[in-house]
């Protein structure tokens, strides 16, 4: 890894760096509207030296840890690596602010359902490398 990227994400986002999603593509209990949801998260402009490293990488999962107390407590953001098959990634980017609880909620269908990955993608847009949580094929 070249360029790593900080490890605790800015205060604020570039707005073009500022990540996607909507909560009403959610339904009451967090479950996504359909198979198309996605959230594209914050902060990949950072860590643009790592998604190059790992787009030719078959088999990426995403990585997303479990909030601790003490984040809980100050709302912290959640960051988000991949997992190779073989190594763990660095940080590749930050779940956008307010949509931290569908993605703990996707995470604990998944881990019922004994896969604790959420799909990802990896995507070129406006010449920079982005990351998509593929939050609808939790459902």
């Known amino acids: 890894m070249s360029n790593i990227g900080p490890t605790q994400p800015p205060t604020e986002f570039a707005k073009t760096d500022a990540g996607s999603g909507r909560l009403k ?7 996504p509207n359909n198979g198309k949801v996605i959230i594209q998260l914050a902060g990949s402009d950072a860590y643009q030296d790592e998604l190059a490293a790992l787009i ?5 999962q995403s990585f997303v840890a479990p909030r ?3 984040e809980e407590r100050t709302d912290a953001p959640m960051p988000v690596r991949f997992f190779t098959g073989r ?4 940080i590749v980017g930050w779940v ?3 949509l931290e609880p ?8 998944l881990e019922n359902a004994s896969d604790k990955r959420i799909p990802i993608e ?5 010449g920079k490398l982005r990351v ?3 939050m609808g094929a939790t459902r």
């Open 132 to 134: 998509n949580l593929l």
């Open 87 to 90: 190594r763990m990634s660095g």
């Open 68 to 70: 601790t107390i003490e």
């Open 102 to 109: 569908a993605v703990i909620e996707a995470l604990a269908r």
């Open 25 to 31: 593509d959610y339904k009451y209990s967090l479950l």
């Open 96 to 98: 956008p602010r307010g």
């Open 122 to 126: 990896i995507i070129k847009r406006k």
């Open 56 to 60: 030719g990488e078959e088999n990426l």
